[in-house]
């Protein structure tokens, strides 16, 4: 949000100069202001403060007049129409924190509170909401300083379940807006009704039609699809919305009686065009019809005299300074009038009892901590703050009635207690009665199948006992009427087909080794969601999506009829080696495949449950079998057993796999038995046979899938580019392709025929077919339908296959239909040229015997690499840690924590880094730090020496540890700290070359103990006291110099032919007063050294970024 802040100074000018218009109650100079902001929606669409906003007024001139409390002080209010919308309620908070208020009350609206909840508690700001009721506000590790007077939507479950309850609703359907407020409702709803196995048959997000107006007329083809899954609808939304889903009800006649409507804190006044983002329709009357026989759960509104006189002065308020509205005669006052007032009254009480226990006005935490656990009478009646702020509401269960919502239910969350008035409600279409949440014959008429079986039942035994004389006639009669019954019943009652959503456990294998593409080929897209109960939205860019988990096929094709299709999916896949994947899971301890449909419903009529019949009762060892469907909306899903080695299409396209041409035979002979079996059965044909609808299992037999259900899988949204809609027909007849559309059109067994010639082709390439035309699959398809003379078809082979394979193959993709030749002849042909039966486990042996030398160079190579690896592993490794530790740790041995009586300890860092680091870059300075310390790392590589870290700016070295060498550790060391300071009169900062860099160093001497900390990240480190002193030298050390320490001292006096200087005596930590040295040069070292320089004028002391443990 942009925010001028010349606008903001003018605004919070003009409301300062209000602010000491209208709440100047005391003019004493003792007395002290505390100031609120008021946010509440007078425009937009929910006008609440319209019928409300006077109860600021109300509550600030109580609380002014009460003697008990905010005594001293005088309460003023400055207030703002935050019209519900995010941008304006954010603009208006941060007027308010200009302005120097002590709290802000409000809003009513959730798209505000949440972000504005979150800028309050970074200003430590208390922030007490009158109607916002997200459940994410209760949250106080982000929202500190929030609180708020009426309940979030999770206290809202109960009453939910009481209503259904009563009315005997036990499925019911879930229309939500996009808008977070209401997403967050519905996630907390459906997680009561699953808990009380509520069956949630429709769920639809939609757009909110004044974000969307253009796309209104779809709430119509939500509701079309709504009314054939449930009868009772949640629809959660604001007014706007519910009105346009009403008044499509009424023009789809769904306010017959059939349906009942259930929403929350629904105004009146929705019911009017001009109060909603919808205008002046000219359908108020309509909107007003529909509106009848709405349920509403609204907060509880008081009965009490007292709530009479409240409301009353509410109206003559609203009448006055600043607000000056005239409410009709039959406008009511919202409740939410009260939940104003004592949002303001809770603030005055929790801030008096701060002020009282000498807190502070401006701390918001405290305040609002007092709030926690609070209870008072209120305007709204008995005020009950729990411990996450929020109040503990009662709600009423309202209907709409003659222009306005009438009370006919009460429930106390406190108790749970729901209690219905004695009122007559009158539903939708003018009955009296509730409406079932069902049809009287069930959803898929399986209640009116049931009780037609007893009545042609008790026909049959009418018709027996009747005539004795027919008793062979009847009892063929009998017989036949039962098996149809048997039939019908089996039809209507078994069930084993159907599977549930939440039994389906997906598999996440993104990554695995072995790669599989069952059943369909398709692309990898976006993650589609995936939720106990699943919402259907109203847009989705998902196109060809099996589910979330996918599995990557082991080699892509590399022929360009697919480059456009690999190019689109590898923008969405990360891999360029991906290519073709299949969903996998698990159901009842079985690994299955899974076959996503894009269609959002599926309407279960009786040609589709004879087709679920069909194909669960077929099987042959050459089809895949059938474990079920899944028809929870959106989940449309079908499920087949999984075959390990994937598709015909992973194999052919995996290289390490050497196939042979018996080898090819033997799949081409399993493929023509499966085909041959299921022409024979009621299923009849396949339709859409590809060499990725036939795997493989682990025995190596080849069998077909995803054949059968064509009524179920019609039906589905086209979302396919349009090359990809010409790429699936590469397999199809041509007397099946639809040119214009682009689509298949009807099957055939001689169809699948065809199919089976492309695929015998595939095999015979190993390739895509048509790969070696090198055209687009456009061009392709428009040349097959063609019927050129001779046709247009893939390459034969010439060398690789034999004649007769060659020629079946030509004989199966024959222009003429009649001409191609039957399975049963197929399997024949093939079984003659293969000289044996068509088993593949003997061809599987002679073929791993033909390439058991393949395998072992494969093994030798897979060695090899690994071992390469392995040492790039371990030559990294000895980079982090030292050469000693890493031995240890690859014998798999504890390393041990280590003692060194001496070693020398080397400290650096640069004087004046934070404000070189201030003038830079943070890319700058990270190419800085890496041409130093790469120079760095070159120097101390002359030397016996460690490096041991290096953090920020500073350089720790040690010598004489992990690796021993006697008394030389001193001298490696000082010997490598003159050439580091030498190296200063030539390094040049990049980005600043006239910048010489001023390095400071402390060297001490002395024992200490190494180690290796940690598991995940292991670092070597030591400690000891003589770490601390040489840190403490190096922060004491003048720019320019090497300070050594005098163990260090004697350690070189002893070693000899280094030049020292005595420096004096320094303070240093738990030693007082010692005597240390400059480190000034040694003999034959000719290099030049910088000169220190005279001036120094930096602090001596600089606060390191790690600190060492003694």
């Given amino acids: 949000m942009r925010i001028y802040l010349s606008e903001v100074f003018a605004a919070g000018l003009f409301w300062l100069f209000l602010s000491s218009a209208i709440g100047e109650y005391n ?93 309050a508690a970074s200003w430590n700001l208390p922030m007490i909401s009158w109607g916002c009721e997200s459940s994410k506000l209760s949250e106080k590790s982000i929202y500190s300083t929030f609180a708020r007077t009426v309940g979030s939507f999770s206290k809202m479950g109960g009453l939910f379940m009481s209503v259904l309850g009563y009315f005997k609703w036990k499925s019911i359907g879930i229309i939500a807006s996009t808008e977070s407020i209401w997403q967050l409702a519905m996630t907390g709803l459906m997680k009561v009704f699953l808990q009380h196995d509520i069956d949630i048959r429709y ?36 007014g706007g919305d519910i009105r346009a889903l009403m008044l499509f009800a009424h023009d789809l006649d769904m306010l017959n009686g059939d349906y009942a409507f259930l929403t929350v804190n629904l105004l009146p006044s929705a019911a009017i065009g001009n109060n909603t983002f919808m205008g002046n329709d000219g359908r108020d009357a309509e909107a007003a019809l529909a509106f009848r026989g709405i349920l509403s759960i609204h907060v509880r509104e008081p009965t009490t005299e007292l709530w009479q006189q409240f409301t009353k002065e509410v109206k003559e308020k609203l009448e006055d300074y600043p607000f000056e509205i005239q ?38 935490q405290a305040i ?19 411990e996450s702020g929020d109040r503990d509401p009662d709600y009423s269960l309202k209907y709409y009635v003659n222009g306005s919502f009438q009370n006919i239910a009460d429930y106390n969350h406190s108790t749970g207690g729901f209690n219905l008035r004695d009122v007559r409600v009158i539903w939708a ?77 997906i598999q996440d294998h993104s990554g695995s080794g072995e790669a599989q593409s069952q059943g369909v080929t398709t692309f990898k897209r976006s993650p589609s969601t995936v939720r106990p109960l699943p919402v259907s939205f109203h847009k989705t860019e998902t196109k060809e999506e099996l589910n979330v988990n996918t599995i990557k096929a082991v080699k892509p094709f590399t022929s360009p009829l697919i480059q456009e299709e690999q190019t689109t999916a590898a923008s969405n896949a990360s891999a360029n080696t991906e290519q073709i994947f299949t969903t996998i899971g698990n159901y009842q301890g079985r690994t299955v495949a899974i076959k996503r449909l894009n269609k959002k419903t599926v309407h279960m009529t009786r040609e589709i449950l004879i087709q679920l019949k069909q194909v669960r009762d077929i099987s042959h060892e050459n089809l895949n079998p059938f474990i079920g469907a899944c028809i929870e909306s959106p989940n449309i899903m079908m499920v087949w057993s999984y075959c390990k080695k994937g598709s015909l299409k992973d194999v052919l396209a995996n290289d390490e796999y050497k196939i042979d041409y018996g080898f090819k035979l033997s799949m081409a002979i399993d493929i023509a038995a499966g085909m041959k079996y299921l022409h024979n059965t009621s299923v009849k044909f396949h339709g859409n046979l590809t060499s990725t609808r036939c795997v493989i299992d682990s025995h190596w037999v080849v069998k077909i899938t995803d054949w059968g259900l064509h009524e179920f899988k019609a039906g ?9 809609m010409y790429y699936d027909l590469l397999w199809t007849a041509p007397e099946h392709i639809n040119i214009s559309k682009v689509e298949r059109e009807g099957f055939s067994q001689k169809g699948d025929v065809y199919s089976y010639g492309i695929l015998l082709q595939e095999m015979s390439f190993r390739s895509e ?3 070696r035309k090198m055209l687009q699959p456009k061009v392709i398809i428009h040349r097959v339908v063609a019927h050129e003379d001779p046709p247009f078809r893939p390459d034969v082979p010439s060398m690789e296959m034999k004649p007769e394979y060659i020629e079946l193959m030509v004989d199966c993709w024959n222009d003429e239909p009649e001409e191609r030749p039957h399975f049963y002849r197929i399997v024949e042909r093939l079984k003659k040229e293969s000289g044996r039966g068509s088993n593949i486990i003997e061809n599987m042996v002679t073929m791993m015997e033909k390439h058991a030398n393949h395998l072992e160079q494969l093994v030798e190579e897979r060695t090899r690499q690994l071992n390469e690896e392995k040492e790039k592993t371990e030559k990294i490794l000895y980079r982090l840690l030292p050469p000693l530790v890493v031995d240890q740790l690859k014998s798999d041995n504890t390393v041990q924590a280590e003692g060194f009586e001496e070693v020398t300890i080397f400290f650096s860092d640069i004087v004046g880094f934070t404000k070189l680091a201030s003038m830079s870059t943070p890319l700058e300075i990270v190419g800085f730090l ?12 002359r030397f016996d020496v460690y490096k041991v870290e290096t953090v920020g700016d500073a350089y720790v070295v040690v010598s004489g540890c992990p690796k021993k060498n006697g008394i030389k550790h001193a001298s490696e060391i000082a010997s490598m700290a003159l050439e580091l300071l030498s190296h200063m009169t030539v390094f040049r900062v990049r980005h600043l070359p006239d910048h010489q860099l001023q390095l400071r160093i402390g060297i001490n001497t002395g024992p200490v103990v190494a180690a290796v900390v940690g598991v995940t990240m292991p670092r070597f480190c030591l400690y000891g006291h003589t770490v601390n002193i040489a840190s403490k030298l190096e922060s004491t050390c003048l720019p320019l110099r090497i300070h050594v320490s005098s163990e260090s001292h004697s350690r070189l006096v002893e070693v000899g032919g280094f030049y020292l200087e005595e420096r004096g005596q320094v303070q240093i930590k738990r030693q007082g007063l010692v005597t240390t040295y400059w480190l000034v040069g040694k003999e034959g070292f000719d290099k030049a050294l910088p000169d220190p320089p005279l001036d120094f004028s930096e602090p001596l002391f600089e606060t390191l970024d790690v600190y060492y443990a003694s």
């Avoid at 039609?209 to 007329?217: A, D, I, K, Q, W």
């Avoid at 603030?347 to 006005?361: H, P, R, S, W």
């Fill in 27 to 119: 003019t004493d100079e003792n007395v002290k202001e505390v100031k609120i902001g008021v946010l509440v929606p007078m425009t937009g669409y929910w006008p609440i403060g319209k019928t409300s906003a006077s109860a600021i007024t109300i509550a600030v001139d109580k609380i002014n007049r009460d003697p008990t409390l905010l005594l001293g002080y005088n309460m003023t209010f400055l207030w703002n129409d935050s019209m519900c919308l995010a941008a304006e309620g954010l603009n208006q908070a941060v007027e308010f924190r200009i302005s120097g208020v002590d709290a802000i009350i409000g809003d009513g609206c959730d798209i505000i509170c949440e972000p504005a909840a979150i800028l």
């Fill in 203 to 238: 769920i639809h997000t939609l757009n909110p039609g004044h974000v969307l107006v253009t796309e209104r007329e779809e709430y119509k083809s939500v509701l079309m699809l709504a009314k054939e899954t449930a009868r009772i609808f949640i629809m959660l939304c604001y």
């Fill in 327 to 364: 409410l009709d005669h039959s406008e009511k006052v919202e409740v939410y009038a009260g939940a104003i007032y004592d949002a303001i009254y809770l603030y005055a009480i929790a801030l008096n009892e701060t002020l009282a226990a000498g807190g502070d006005k401006k701390d918001g």
């Fill in 368 to 386: 609002v901590h007092r709030m926690l656990n609070m209870e008072f009478e209120g305007a709204s009646g008995t005020v009950r703050i729990d």
């Fill in 429 to 505: 279409g003018g009955r009296t009665n509730p409406p079932l949440d069902k049809p009287r014959c069930g959803w898929e008429k399986e209640l009116c199948l049931e009780q037609g079986r007893e009545a042609t039942q008790q026909l049959v035994n009418v018709v027996i006992g009747a005539s004795t004389a027919g008793v062979v006639v009847l009892a063929l009669m009998f017989f036949l009427i039962i098996r149809k019954l048997r039939y019908e019943t089996d039809l209507a009652q078994n069930k084993s087909w159907k599977l549930r959503y939440d039994d389906l456990h």
């Fill in 716 to 724: 589905q949204e086209n979302t396919k580019s349009l090359h990809k």
């Fill in 769 to 771: 077919p048509y790969s």
């Fill in 930 to 941: 890496n041409d130093l310390y790469v120079s760095f790392d070159e120097i101390i590589s």
